[in-house]
């Protein structure tokens, strides 16, 4: 993966393009009036676009641009605020100073709704292990701001780590966090979800097998939940009992340990 600067480039962009070159193990490359496209097709690579508002990833196989913005969790949150139900904060039960690890972070969004509801006193810890996906959410949740202070420190707070969630639950204590939480890629697309859909190629497709869900057995104090389509086979395949929602295309499910 190479790292350049956007079209109309500074010298704080270069710096700034540079000093994330050398956190994240990319290679620099001088913009020179060259376009993303034909430096993808020179190094055969995705390409990172420093710009002045914010982080763009142009990929190479399909052509799409990702980008972190907190859409639909700002819609949510403000919901939130406002004293309305939060189906993600209902079915996990999270309330102020709880733990979760969310094991498939994506761009965030559910980390963040979390993060608001365990508040200053609580932990979220997100893991990622598609090294875009982690690139973007780690820089935007440090960076984004959102004009609302309390949505601004859960950004800050979340701790995003790049790594396999088999691999991190297996090093996990037992009994060490409240709440595991699964996302992963739904078996049926949502075609109405552009959010999901946008990373839906960059997203790594690990399935959630049972050896998973032991493991988030043993790390889980309270419980584990996982949001899939409504269609699902996985609930029942693993042992989730799966929460309807009528009007929703996507349901979550949950496993009691105690």
């Not at 959102?146 to 707070?157: F, H, M, P």
């Not at 988030?216 to 029942?236: G, N, Y």
């Amino acid at each position: 993966m190479i790292i350049t600067t956007a079209g109309r480039t500074t010298s704080e962009l270069v710096s700034k393009a540079k000093k994330l070159a050398n956190t994240y193990g990319l290679v620099y490359k001088a913009r020179n009036g060259v376009s993303v496209d034909t430096l993808k097709t020179m190094h055969q690579d995705d390409v990172v676009v420093v710009g002045k508002e914010r982080l763009e990833i142009s990929t190479l196989n399909d052509g799409s641009t990702l980008f972190f913005h907190p859409n639909l969790a700002m819609v949510r949150a403000k919901r939130m605020f406002r004293g309305e139900e939060e189906p993600l904060v209902q079915t996990a039960k999270l309330e102020e100073g709880m733990s979760l690890i969310d094991c498939t972070l994506g761009l965030a969004s559910d980390s963040i709704i979390a993060s608001i509801a365990v508040g200053t006193s609580g932990s979220v810890t997100g893991i990622e292990g598609n090294y875009l996906l982690y690139l973007l959410a780690k820089e935007g949740l440090a960076s984004f701001t959102s004009g609302k202070e309390i949505v601004d420190q859960a950004l800050r707070k979340i701790k995003v780590v790049h790594d396999d969630h088999y691999s991190f639950l297996k090093n996990k204590r037992t009994n060490s966090v409240d709440i595991v939480y699964f996302d992963p890629m739904f078996h049926t697309s949502v075609d109405k979800s552009n959010g999901i859909n946008s990373i839906r190629g960059q997203a790594l497709t690990t399935d959630i097998h049972d050896a998973l869900i032991q493991e988030a057995k043993r790390v889980a104090r309270e419980r584990i939940v996982i949001k899939d389509h409504f269609q699902s086979e996985r609930f029942a395949q693993l042992g989730f009992i799966q929460q309807k929602r009528k009007t929703s295309l996507f349901h979550y499910g949950t496993i009691e340990l105690h």
